[in-house]
């Protein structure tokens, strides 16, 4: 990557699978991040909207701070 170089704001489902990684941590020493990745995404297509709320809050709080410190962007 470039040097300067501004990543994106996280969406939700990033929100949601880095809390559905911790959680798993706490179950399990043996952790396959691939293994994770796919049923945090089996996961989160079985919540319901109001479910996935606090993590889409959480992104649309994240992209609002982006926004203010990387109005170029």
């Given at each position: ?32 991040q ?40």
């Amino acid at each position: 990557k470039k040097p300067g170089h501004v990543r994106r704001p996280r969406n939700a489902f990033i929100f949601f699978r880095s809390n559905f990684y911790e959680e798993q941590k706490l179950y399990s020493t043996e952790i396959d991040q691939n293994d994770i990745s796919r049923r945090a995404g089996q996961r989160w297509k079985s919540l319901s909207d109001e479910e996935k709320e606090p993590f889409r809050l959480l992104a649309e709080n994240e992209k609002i701070q982006h926004q203010a410190m990387f109005p170029d962007y």
